[in-house]
T-cell receptor, first 118, second 116 residues
Framework: AQTVTQSQPEMSVQEAETVTLSCTYDTSENNYYLFWYKQPPSRQMILVIRQEAYKQQNATENRFSVNFQKAAKSFSLKISDSQLGDTAMYFCAFSRENSGGGADGLTFGKGTHLIIQP | GAVVSQHPSWVICKSGTSVKIECRSLDFQATTMFWYRQFPKQSLMLMATSNEGSKATYEQGVEKDKFLINHASLTLSTLTVTSAHPEDSSFYIC????????????FGPGTRLLVL
C-alpha cells in the first residue's frame, strides 16, 4: 500500500513571496505518478502540476514547480510570486501506473492549508 | 478540455432512504471513473474504481452493498448510497481520465450529502 505524508497542516505567507509545500511518499512501485491538486473553498479539485516518476526533470507550470527526489521519495511544490488566489488547500497525491500506462485511483496526503496574506 | 459534472450538487435525505449521485464526462469518454469521499476538514479517500461494462472495484473497508456503483456507459457512472444513515453524510467526488493511457484525473464539482 502507498502512503502520502504532508507534514505542514497550515502555512501562511505574504503576497508575492515564494512558498514551498512538502510531501513525502512511500511505495514499492517503480512506475507511478505524483500530483499536486488545489482545492479552493468551492471544493472543486484543480490539478496544479504532475510528475511522472520515470522522468528525472522536475515539472514546471508557470509559477508552480516541483522538486522531485525519487530516491528520497520526496515531492515538494514551490509556488513563486504567490497571489491571493493561491489561497486554498493543497493536496499531494500518488497513483500507480495501470496496465494501460495511465493511472489508478489516487492516494492523497492530508493536505496543507495555504493562506496568502495581502 | 476535460469536463466532469456531478448531479445533484447537494442533497438532503431522511435516514433509511437511498440516494443516487451521477457523474458524467461531458466532452470525453471515460472507461474508468473513480469515486472519492471527503469528510469535513479531511482529505479525499478513494472508495472505488468504476469500470464501464464490468463490476466496480472497491477499496478495503468500503461496503459494496452500501455503495452501489454502476457504470452503464462511457460517459456516466452512478453511486447509490443505500439505506443512508447520518454517518454517511459527506462530500462525494468523482473523477475520470480521458483514457486508460491518461495519467491525469479530472474531478467533478462534488456532491454534498446530508442524511438527517
Amino acid at each position: 500500500a502507498q502512503t502520502v505524508t504532508q507534514s505542514q497542516p497550515e502555512m501562511s505567507v505574504q503576497e508575492a513571496e515564494t512558498v514551498t509545500l512538502s510531501c513525502t511518499y512511500d511505495t514499492s512501485e517503480n512506475n507511478y505518478y505524483l500530483f499536486w491538486y488545489k482545492q479552493p473553498p468551492s471544493r472543486q479539485m484543480i490539478l496544479v502540476i504532475r510528475q511522472e516518476a520515470y522522468k528525472q526533470q522536475n515539472a514546471t507550470e508557470n509559477r508552480f514547480s516541483v522538486n522531485f527526489q525519487k530516491a528520497a521519495k520526496s515531492f515538494s511544490l514551490k509556488i513563486s510570486d504567490s497571489q491571493l488566489g493561491d489561497t486554498a488547500m493543497y493536496f499531494c497525491a500518488f497513483s500507480r501506473e495501470n496496465s494501460g500506462g495511465g493511472a489508478d485511483g489516487l492516494t492523497f496526503g492530508k493536505g496543507t492549508h495555504l493562506i496568502i496574506q495581502p | 478540455g476535460a469536463v466532469v459534472s456531478q448531479h445533484p450538487s447537494w442533497v438532503i435525505c431522511k435516514s433509511g432512504t437511498s440516494v443516487k449521485i451521477e457523474c458524467r464526462s461531458l466532452d470525453f469518454q471515460a472507461t474508468t471513473m473513480f469515486w472519492y469521499r471527503q469528510f469535513p476538514k479531511q482529505s479525499l479517500m478513494l472508495m472505488a474504481t468504476s469500470n464501464e461494462g464490468s463490476k466496480a472495484t472497491y477499496e478495503q473497508g468500503v461496503e459494496k452493498d452500501k455503495f452501489l456503483i454502476n457504470h452503464a456507459s462511457l460517459t456516466l457512472s452512478t453511486l447509490t448510497v443505500t439505506s443512508a444513515h447520518p454517518e454517511d453524510s459527506s462530500f462525494y467526488i468523482c473523477s475520470a481520465g480521458r483514457g486508460v493511457w491518461e495519467e491525469t484525473q479530472y474531478f467533478g464539482p462534488g456532491t454534498r450529502l446530508l442524511v438527517l
